[in-house]
């Protein structure tokens, strides 16, 4: 059976004022490898799973644990560090360092993680080299010095999935990263996350409004179907 990453029991979350739980789980599960669609609307709880799942904010109740690692259990800064080692993550909106090259915002996974800048020293000799090992994959040889403002957004997703997979992170975790793409690059996106994911061995969580990304994947999962409080929060 593989080795379970992500597991989740009797999680419990609300925001400050709610009068009953934003999230209400008792179980969610992600295993070494898999590739996992969680969909729903916006406002079902999706954003708020993530900030959960990555350290950013603690349930009221139950329990997370990350690679065995109960969440609860770290201090903030603690949190910070154990998200940067062994979670990659692509944003909505990418989070990249405008004034940054391509390269640069690259490597900036692995200034932040000891453990990250081992593992492409261990893939490829230096972190720089599984740099641009990524790039190429990624067919973005030609902008290494470019700031990333000035390519295409579809360029841009794909620098943040090469800083999101450097260091071969346990998980990756991306948050509705097709939304602004057609839907024939959407696949295509989809196609050179799993391509370098499995590559590395890393098992991907990707959360989504869009249904029609789910027969890509090996399990998909709606959070109403896990949230016994489906109900639409304004935090979310």
Not at 196 to 212: G, I, K, R
Request: with cysteine; aromatic share 6%.
């Amino acid at each position: 059976m593989p080795r379970l990453l992500i597991e989740l029991s009797n999680l419990q979350f609300s925001w400050r004022g709610a009068t009953r739980p934003t999230l209400d789980i008792p179980a969610f599960s992600l295993a070494a490898g898999e590739h996992l669609f969680l969909h729903g609307p916006s406002g079902s709880g999706k954003s708020t799973l993530l900030s959960l799942l990555t350290g950013i904010h603690l349930p009221q109740q139950g329990e997370i644990r990350i690679l065995g690692q109960n969440l609860a259990t770290l201090s903030g800064p603690a949190r910070d560090h154990f998200r940067a080692d062994h979670l990659g993550y692509v944003f909505q909106q990418f989070n990249l360092l405008s004034y940054l090259s391509v390269l640069d915002n690259v490597l900036l996974s692995c200034q932040f993680s000891k453990i990250r800048h081992q593992r492409a020293c261990a893939f490829s000799g230096t972190a720089k080299a599984q740099a641009l090992h990524l790039l190429e994959r990624l067919d973005l040889t030609s902008f290494l010095d470019r700031p990333v403002s000035a390519l295409s957004v579809g360029q841009q997703q794909r620098v943040a999935l090469a800083r999101a997979l450097i260091g071969a992170p346990e998980i990756l975790i991306a948050d509705e990263p097709t939304s602004a793409l057609d839907a024939e690059r959407r696949g295509a996106f989809i196609d050179l996350l799993f391509e370098c994911a499995t590559e590395h061995n890393t098992a991907v969580l990707m959360v989504s409004h869009d249904p029609q990304l789910a027969a890509a994947f090996d399990r998909s999962v709606s959070l109403a179907s896990l949230n016994r409080n489906s109900t639409e929060s304004e935090h979310v």
